[in-house]
Antibody, heavy 119, light 103 residues
Framework: EVQLVESGGGLVQPGRSLKLACAAS????????MAWVRQAPTKGLEWVASITNSGGSTYYRDSVKGRFTISRDNAKSTLYLQMDSLRSEDTATYYC????????????WGQGVMVTVSS | DTVLTQSPALAVSPGERVSISCRASEGVNSYMYWYQQKPGQQPKLLIYETSNLASGVPARFSGSGSGTDFTLTIDPVEADDTATYFC??????FGSGTKLEIK
């Protein structure tokens, strides 16, 4: 059974940093692209960042470029999201997702972790 | 950038057939994907590549469409289908969601 378990969320002040982690199990982690998708309270879904299966390439939405860094440790089957210079508009539930084989979609989602940016 | 437009909400009775639409602002020469998000839960993939049922999804769900118009159909609807349904065309292109209420 595929499982994605996020951790590391919480309340943080604007301008500070936070690092999310996602422990994956139930599949061969290094065979899949992975991604973070977020959802602001009562809002829709918003892709944040993706990383190739080897970790050699990363992709970001414009609003987080230069502030967020996606990475992975294939030996530990863990995905990360380092979030720096956080803004109030980054407040959301962050979901760790596995990308489908054909790309462009997300076939498994973690339960999500809440990040609140507020003074 | 392509914008995906969905109706905000629908209400149907159990046993009925419901079609949830997703209209793209420009013709998309690619697939559509659909997710179900129940209150307080993470999204779940329902349909991939426009019409393929994801693993474990009941056959009551189906997807269709091409170009600018795509549809998720539930037939028959059950009480447990109360949820918000999102369409997605690419990494950074999601619809705003359709909230389905079962009367």
């Amino acid at each position: 059974e595929v499982q994605l378990v996020e951790s590391g969320g919480g309340l943080v002040q604007p301008g500070r940093s936070l690092k999310l982690a996602c422990a994956a199990s139930g599949f061969t982690f290094n065979n899949y692209y992975m991604a973070w998708v977020r959802q602001a309270p009562t809002k829709g879904l918003e892709w944040v960042a993706s990383i190739t299966n080897s970790g050699g390439s990363t992709y970001y939405r414009d609003s987080v470029k230069g502030r967020f860094t996606i990475s992975r440790d294939n030996a530990k089957s863990t995905l990360y999201l380092q979030m720096d210079s956080l803004r109030s508009e980054d407040t959301a539930t962050y979901y760790c997702t596995r990308e489908g084989r054909a790309g462009n979609y997300f076939d498994y989602w973690g339960q999500g972790v809440m990040v609140t940016v507020s003074s | 950038d392509t914008v995906l437009t969905q109706s905000p909400a629908l209400a149907v009775s159990p046993g009925e057939r419901v079609s949830i639409s997703c209209r793209a602002s420009e013709g998309v020469n690619s697939y559509m994907y659909w997710y179900q998000q129940k209150p307080g839960q993470q999204p779940k993939l329902l349909i991939y590549e426009t019409s393929n049922l994801a693993s474990g999804v009941p056959a009551r769900f189906s997807g269709s469409g091409s170009g600018t118009d795509f549809t998720l159909t539930i037939d028959p609807v059950e009480a447990d289908d109360t949820a918000t349904y999102f369409c997605q065309q690419s990494w950074n292109t999601f619809g705003s969601g359709t909230k389905l209420e079962i009367k």
